[in-house]
Nanobody
Framework: QVQLVESGGGSVQAGGSLRLSCVSS????????MGWFRQAPGKEREGVAA????????RYADSVRGRFTISQDSTKTTVYLQMNSLKAEASAMYYC???????????????????WGQGTQVTVSS
């Protein structure tokens, strides 16, 4: 189990950018895959982006591909989500999650990520 703390959320106008950060308390083999999810009021939680620890190749939801970029620092303890060209529909609580690299995790199955942060709110005004 790892503890995750997100930051970087805020309010921005449509077309703007934000960068979210997720700091994890450590690294274990069972938590070698990191994901960003979001949940808007009244909607289901959806996967946005994910990356393997130590990898530079991210996996993205179709709705954000080309506008969002997931990355991590060299210590593998901080994962970032750079969000550009934000749209109003991106408004949601954004969560960082940690799990194991599995087919389910690759498909953004939230059940494949046992550890979650408390979330950071992103609000995009049109």
């Amino acid at each position: 189990q790892v503890q995750l703390v997100e930051s970087g959320g805020g309010s921005v106008q449509a077309g703007g950018s934000l960068r979210l950060s997720c700091v994890s308390s450590g690294y274990t083999y069972s938590r070698n895959y990191m994901g960003w999810f979001r949940q808007a009021p009244g909607k289901e939680r959806e996967g946005v982006a994910a990356i393997g620890r130590g990898s530079s190749i991210g996996r993205y939801a179709d709705s954000v591909r080309g506008r969002f970029t997931i990355s991590q620092d060299s210590t593998k303890t901080t994962v970032y989500l750079q969000m550009n060209s934000l749209k109003a529909e991106a408004s949601a609580m954004y969560y960082c999650a940690a799990g194991r690299y599995t087919a389910a995790a690759l498909n953004f199955d939230s059940a494949a990520f046992p550890d979650w942060g408390q979330g950071t709110q992103v609000t995009v005004s049109s």
